[in-house]
Nanobody, 114 residues
Framework: QVQLVESGGGLVQPGGSLRLSCVAS????????MSWHRQAPGKERELVAT????????NYADSVKGRFTVSRDNTKNTVYLQMNSLKPEDTAIYYC???????WGQGTQVTVSS
C-alpha cells in the first residue's frame, strides 16, 4: 500500500528552475530516507538525490551537485526537489522512492529545451 505521487514537472528553458514534489503514504515517512531518481529515454534510471529522515543529511549525483536541492516536510509526508540552472541533459522522468524500499511513484516529466 506504499504510494508515492510526484508532481511539478513541466517544460522549461535551459537555465530555468522547477520544484518537484512527492507525497508519500503507506509507511512511516518521518523515519525513512527518501530519494529522487530520473530516467531519460534509452538510459538507465539513475539516482539523483537522497535525504535522511530528519533532512539533516543529503547526497547528490555529481551531475546535479550545486544545482539541485532536496528537502522534506515530515508534517506533510512530502519530499521536494528544487532544480535550478536546468540543462537539456536534465530532461527525464523524475521518480520518488523510499530509499530502502522497492516502491516508486508514477514519475513526473521534466523537459529542458529552448
Amino acid at each position: 500500500q506504499v504510494q508515492l505521487v510526484e508532481s511539478g514537472g513541466g517544460l522549461v528553458q535551459p537555465g530555468g528552475s522547477l520544484r518537484l514534489s512527492c507525497v508519500a503514504s503507506g509507511f512511516t515517512f518521518s523515519n525513512s530516507y527518501m530519494s529522487w531518481h530520473r530516467q531519460a529515454p534509452g538510459k538507465e534510471r539513475e539516482l539523483v538525490a537522497t535525504i535522511s529522515s530528519t533532512g539533516e543529511y543529503t547526497n547528490y549525483a555529481d551531475s546535479v551537485k550545486g544545482r539541485f536541492t532536496v528537502s522534506r516536510d515530515n508534517t506533510k509526508n512530502t519530499v521536494y526537489l528544487q532544480m535550478n540552472s536546468l540543462k537539456p541533459e536534465d530532461t527525464a522522468i523524475y521518480y520518488c522512492k523510499a530509499t530502502f524500499r522497492n516502491a516508486w511513484g508514477q514519475g513526473t516529466q521534466v523537459t529542458v529545451s529552448s
